[in-house]
C-alpha cells in the first residue's frame, strides 16, 4: 500500500509522513489554495522531502505553461501533478514525469481518462468538478477498481480515519491520497490525525 500526504507546508509535517513510512508527499503550489507555497517554498520543501527518501509532488491546477516551468526549474520535483483541466497534449509537452488528477464529481468515464491520459504515471481519483477543487473533503461515489489498473490509480477524494478503511475494502485501491482528512484546521496538518489516519490504512489492508 502507497500513501501520498498533500498538503504539506512545513519540514515537521515531512519528517513526520517520512517516519510513518509514507510514500510521497504533495506541495500545491495553487493561488488561492488553502495549502498554497510559493515557489521559493517548494524549492526548499522538495528538496527536504527528497533528502527524507520521499517522492515529491509539485500540485498544480490550470497553471499556464511559463509556470509549469518555473517549478520545474526552480523546484525540481519528482512528479507534477496536474489538477485541473489540463489537456493530455498539455501535460505532455514539458516531457517530464506527471500525474492527472481525474474529476469525479464530472464524470463516471473515468476509463477514458486513463486512455486519454496514457502517458500519465499515475491517475487520481478525486472528488473534484462541477465547481469543486480537489481538497475539499467531498467523497465521490466508491466502486471496486478493476485489478489490472489499480497500480496505475490512486483513490482520493474526502478519506479520513473514519472511512479510509471501508474505501480501501470498497475498491481494493492500493494508492491512498490524503489532504482534508489530516488536518486539524483548513491547511493546518494535524500529527495525531496523520498518524491514526496510516493505523486505519492497516486496518483495512488486513
Known amino acids: 500500500m502507497k500513501v501520498k500526504f498533500c ?3 512545513t519540514h515537521a509535517d ?11 508527499v504533495g506541495f500545491v503550489l495553487v493561488p488561492g489554495s ?3 507555497i510559493s515557489i521559493k517554498q517548494a524549492m526548499s520543501l522538495i528538496q527536504y522531502a527528497q533528502s527524507s527518501g520521499l517522492i515529491a509532488v509539485a ?23 496536474f489538477h485541473g483541466h489540463e489537456s493530455a497534449d498539455f501535460c505532455q509537452q514539458f516531457n517530464y514525469p506527471y500525474w492527472k488528477a ?3 464529481l464530472a464524470t463516471n468515464n473515468w476509463l477514458d481518462y486513463v486512455c486519454q491520459y496514457n502517458q500519465a504515471q499515475q491517475l487520481l481519483l478525486d472528488a473534484y468538478g462541477c465547481g469543486q477543487s480537489g481538497g475539499s473533503g ?14 496505475k490509480l490512486i483513490l482520493a477524494g474526502g478519506l479520513t480515519v473514519a472511512n479510509v478503511a471501508q474505501a480501501i475494502k470498497q475498491t481494493g485501491a492500493e494508492f491512498i491520497d490524503v489532504s482534508s482528512g489530516i488536518e486539524q484546521t483548513p491547511g493546518v496538518k494535524s500529527p495525531v490525525l496523520m498518524q491514526q489516519f496510516m493505523q486505519a490504512i492497516i486496518k483495512g489492508n488486513s
Open 102 to 104: 481525474i474529476p469525479m
Open 7 to 9: 498538503g504539506l507546508k
Open 14 to 24: 515531512i519528517d513526520f509522513a517520512a517516519e510513518l513510512g509514507c510514500y510521497a
Open 59 to 81: 500540485l498544480l491546477a490550470d497553471a499556464d505553461r511559463d509556470f509549469v516551468l518555473q517549478v520545474i526549474a526552480h523546484s525540481q520535483p519528482d512528479i507534477i501533478q
Open 34 to 36: 488553502r495549502r498554497e
Open 138 to 151: 467531498q467523497v465521490f461515489k466508491w466502486f471496486t477498481l478493476p485489478v489490472e489498473y489499480r497500480q
